[in-house]
């Protein structure tokens, strides 16, 4: 197989997305030109976001596979777009390697990027591929679009509107706890071995934690709830994606309609696994689920007449309800008491992550 | 001044963003929400374009300063935009920075970014910021529009069409050259002194030189000439924007065109400072306008039929012809002689660049 060096950047693209065929009306043209060029129609809003991932802030290569990060990458994006209420139609991925990395290697990533985005009808239309100094880097781009004057802002909760999710939350930080406590013990029993991998090592033990490792490895954005959303008649009020976990993103709608909230703890959805693991961790699980990120479920709030509606949705859950700005952000424990809700969620930008 | 850190990425993306006041009809809501939402009419197509920078690959802040190289990260998606024909509309931008990084420093980048937006008409709508491990990492996609059926393609060039170049070659390139020439100067005297800078160390000597320096840190992309093509009716058959270098861009489009070309030494537009500074350099000047990347100038083809147009446009130059495939890409030197066109442009993912 030819290396990377040998293909070139032009080489590289062209190896990694000449078989691409483009699925949706709107895309005109994908790679291979200045631009790509896309056309919506009239009755359409375009919708555009953007994700930086950088090794070592967002991954760690120790134990995430190349297929499963370009799977999670193009994911995560899609996300977005469905927390507007629109479908994502088109990606761009820009690729910074630095030179550990083999085609085999992008072959990879290519692989689950396109997994995902075959399996949500997107096209991956450009992109940029450089070599890094240091690790890889993603930046990927998903354009969408939604019908004209229904995009799902963040602003337009109301106070006696239900909030709702979808799924569960926490898994996917408990799947990381996981995987960082297997990388501890790997490298401990490395060092003992003097540096050499043995075949005597224990093998990391995930048994009856699957699920875990694949809300973390492999989230899925929730197009299915869109689209039920969508056949129920419902408009939510607001929306947004859970990905640097639920108080964090409650936070932002009340801030951004200028409203409080009042959420049960009994209702936020907890799978039996994040619970059971969250145990043997002794760690809170109702902590994991408010704080945990990276479970990309969505958080939304309709109005209470969509009550009745909402019940019909397999895999929602109805958690609380928006409330006057002047009431607060309160969480009430299975115990009756009721305590501020406070961001702690991932900061990408604090002192703790940040060790150059 | 708060830190970025203190900030936290909600903190500075708001700090950065919340003066910007949206400018195109078809920008919705810019930063603040999970997506960006944008309204194109029905006869426009979209155009999407991306580009990922990395420090120590694509800039080097030794000698760029950090508003510089906000202009010019905005300025080179622009550019792409203006080679499809398109006008930019959008930009999202997406930062990852080490720690060594200020808020002042952001404010530069950012100053140097709104500079090539509000002197182009574009809004910036969304983006990114995490931390970084290592260096300053730039993503920026640029949407923009085209009247639709309009766009201009690389694979539209037909044999007897005018090839021509707006501005000038090469001293983008010079501009490098002579910056990593007092980099050199510069960190040699640090050796001498001890790692100590003094004031007796000889400052850089740019005198003469200030066009070579503003090509390669200030590119300008050629809005001017869109504009003036399509008031004159032209409607190129192909267009790319020359970042790789002459040669390079002109196989592209003889590649995609199914076409050859035949271009002549003597018509490719220099500077007079880029000649004086290749000769002090000892190089070819002929060479650094067909290898050197980075003018940003657009290089498009015209039908036969609109020279008189094309000749009233200033700043634009005929350098040669399509011709048919078979007949080779070809350089006709000032002394007669024919070569076979290569691409040497820059290639980011050659092993020389590749230093991990």
């Given at each position: 197989?030819?290396?990377?060096?040998?293909?070139?950047?032009?080489?590289?693209?062209?190896?990694?997305?000449?078989?691409?065929e483009?699925?949706?009306?709107?895309?005109?043209?994908?790679?291979?030109?200045?631009?790509?060029?896309?056309?919506?129609?009239?009755?359409?809003?375009?919708?555009?976001?953007?994700?930086?991932?950088?090794?070592?802030?967002?991954?760690?290569?120790?134990?995430?596979?190349?297929?499963?990060?370009?799977?999670?990458?193009?994911?995560?994006?899609?996300?977005?777009?469905?927390?507007?209420?629109?479908?994502?139609?088109?990606?761009?991925?820009?690729?910074?390697?630095?030179?550990?990395?083999?085609?085999?290697?992008?072959?990879?990533?290519?692989?689950?990027?396109?997994?995902?985005?075959?399996?949500?009808g997107?096209?991956?239309?450009?992109?940029?591929?450089?070599?890094?100094?240091?690790?890889?880097?993603?930046?990927?781009?998903?354009?969408?679009?939604?019908?004209?004057?229904?995009?799902?802002?963040?602003n337009?909760?109301?106070?006696?509107?239900?909030?709702?999710?979808?799924?569960?939350?926490?898994?996917?930080?408990?799947?990381?706890?996981?995987?960082?406590?297997?990388?501890?013990?790997?490298?401990?029993q490395?060092?003992?071995?003097?540096?050499?991998?043995?075949l005597?090592?224990?093998?990391?033990?995930?048994?009856?934690?699957?699920?875990?490792?694949?809300?973390?490895?492999?989230?899925?954005?929730?197009?299915?709830?869109?689209?039920?959303?969508?056949?129920?008649?419902?408009?939510?009020?607001?929306?947004?994606?859970?990905?640097?976990?639920?108080?964090?993103?409650?936070?932002?709608?009340?801030?951004?309609?200028?409203?409080?909230?009042?959420?049960y703890?009994?209702h936020?959805?907890?799978?039996?696994?994040?619970?059971?693991?969250?145990?043997e961790?002794?760690?809170?699980?109702?902590?994991?689920?408010?704080?945990?990120?990276?479970?990309?479920?969505?958080?939304?709030?309709?109005?209470?007449?969509?009550k009745?509606?909402?019940?019909?949705?397999?895999?929602?859950?109805?958690?609380?309800?928006?409330?006057?700005?002047?009431?607060?952000?309160?969480?009430?424990?299975?115990?009756?008491?009721?305590?501020q809700?406070?961001?702690?969620?991932?900061?990408?930008?604090?002192?703790?992550?940040?060790?150059?």
């Open positions: 197989m030819a290396t990377i060096q040998e293909l070139g950047e032009f080489g590289l693209i062209k190896h990694l997305t000449e078989s691409i483009l699925k949706n009306e709107s895309s005109l043209k994908g790679v291979g030109d200045d631009c790509a060029v896309l056309a919506y129609p009239q009755d359409r809003e375009v919708l555009v976001t953007t994700d930086l991932l950088l090794e070592g802030v967002h991954f760690d290569l120790t134990y995430v596979p190349l297929k499963h990060l370009g799977y999670k990458s193009a994911m995560v994006n899609l996300s977005d777009v469905y927390a507007m209420g629109g479908m994502p139609r088109q990606i761009t991925v820009s690729l910074g390697l630095s030179k550990r990395f083999t085609l085999e290697d992008m072959e990879q990533f290519y692989d689950g990027l396109r997994l995902a985005c075959d399996a949500h997107v096209d991956i239309v450009g992109g940029d591929t450089t070599s890094s100094m240091t690790g890889l880097t993603i930046s990927i781009t998903c354009i969408g679009d939604v019908e004209k004057g229904k995009a799902i802002y963040r337009g909760a109301k106070p006696t509107d239900i909030i709702c999710v979808s799924g569960n939350l926490g898994a996917a930080y408990m799947g990381l706890q996981l995987l960082e406590r297997e990388k501890i013990v790997y490298y401990q490395l060092k003992e071995n003097k540096g050499n991998a043995t005597e090592m224990a093998e990391p033990d995930f048994a009856g934690r699957e699920y875990l490792l694949q809300r973390q490895l492999r989230p899925e954005a929730r197009r299915d709830v869109i689209l039920r959303l969508r056949e129920l008649g419902i408009q939510p009020t607001s929306m947004m994606d859970i990905s640097d976990g639920l108080s964090s993103e409650l936070l932002h709608i009340c801030t951004d309609s200028h409203t409080g909230c009042r959420v703890e009994e936020i959805p907890l799978d039996y696994e994040t619970a059971a693991q969250a145990e961790f002794n760690m809170n699980v109702t902590t994991c689920a408010l704080n945990g990120g990276e479970d990309y479920e969505l958080l939304f709030t309709v109005p209470m007449s969509d009745d509606k909402i019940e019909k949705i397999e895999d929602v859950t109805m958690i609380g309800f928006v409330t006057n700005e002047d009431e607060g952000k309160v969480l009430v424990t299975r115990d009756g008491n009721e305590f809700l406070k961001a702690q969620g991932w900061n990408p930008l604090s002192e703790e992550k940040d060790k150059e």
